[in-house]
């Protein structure tokens, strides 16, 4: 790839989290009140300002809020954005079984096409850890990449599922930085939130070290959370001097993973599958250690 690919990747969680975390939480408005602002403010908002630089992202919504906000997907596919899955309820995947994974994808699937007329390419799992199971379950039921790792820069294949995994870090995801709440408490220490400065200035590293290296750059977004005024406007200019300098090439999670199987790098074994065989082939383990 002779420019850097930039991913503008945004979730849309509502106050699904807090929800599934607890559903007593149904009555705790003021709480909510932090999610669901990301629908009537961010969406929006980030809507205007990637319509304005004529860039499209790659969405993922939960179903679960399809059904409350059906418009939200439809406007958002068709302002020539992708939209892909977040499951359905944004529930923790560690605390579901492989077919309950499954059917939180497949679920999140069909209420996305149903809203759209598109059937989702791919997949984020919304929280938690997903079965060893899952890769290759998942390739069956038709989607062809996930974005859920936070193991690595570059595209790989998920052993021999067939599925692609886009990855992406914690550094480059604005929620480490800047997402609060008070009670419930988030995060528990009540240690931040992070100065604009520093988090730009993190990820404009960030986006020198990817040309150096020749990785990918993925944006991982929460209109919850990025979407207020002034973190917007800044995402913006932060957009504008990536555009500006030459070196990117602004994709869609699907437009890189053609791209990544066009020039046949999804080959390449990647450490997950060694993962794989020693799950497959416990004795194996015996041997992997000098």
Not at 53 to 74: K, Q
Request: charged share 25%; hydrophobic share 40%.
């Amino acid at each position: 790839m002779t420019r850097t690919p930039v991913l503008i990747t945004i979730d849309v969680d509502g106050d699904l989290p807090l929800l599934s975390a607890d559903p007593e939480n149904a009555d705790r408005q003021k709480a909510r009140s932090v999610g669901t602002y990301g629908l009537a403010a961010g969406v929006p908002r980030l809507l205007r300002l990637l319509r304005e630089r004529e860039l499209a992202a790659t969405w993922f919504i939960p179903g679960a809020l399809i059904e409350r906000h059906m418009p939200m997907a439809s406007q958002i596919c068709g302002q020539g954005h992708e939209v892909a899955t977040l499951g359905y309820g944004h529930e923790d995947f560690s605390g579901l079984g492989i077919a309950e994974q499954l059917e939180s994808l497949r679920r999140g699937a069909d209420l996305l096409e149903a809203a759209t007329g598109r059937r989702a390419a791919g997949f984020r799992i919304p929280d938690g850890e997903w079965k060893p199971e899952l890769p290759a379950e998942a390739r069956k039921l038709g989607f062809a990449w996930s974005s859920s790792l936070p193991c690595d820069d570059r595209a790989f294949a998920l052993g021999g599922s067939g599925l692609l995994e886009i990855p992406w870090r914690y550094e480059l995801e604005d929620l480490q930085y800047f997402a609060f709440n008070l009670e419930p408490r988030f995060p528990p220490g009540q240690s931040r939130i992070a100065t604009h400065r520093t988090v730009f200035e993190n990820w404009s590293c960030e986006w020198r070290a990817a040309q150096h290296f020749g990785t990918h750059f993925l944006l991982r977004l929460n209109a919850e959370v990025i979407g207020t005024p002034a973190r917007c406007e800044r995402l913006g200019r932060f957009l504008d001097e990536l555009a500006g300098s030459g070196h990117a090439e602004f994709l869609t999670c699907s437009e890189l993973a053609e791209r990544v199987r066009a020039q046949g790098v999804e080959r390449e074994e990647h450490p997950y599958a060694l993962f794989e065989r020693l799950r497959k082939d416990p004795e194996a383990r015996h041997g992997t250690m000098p």
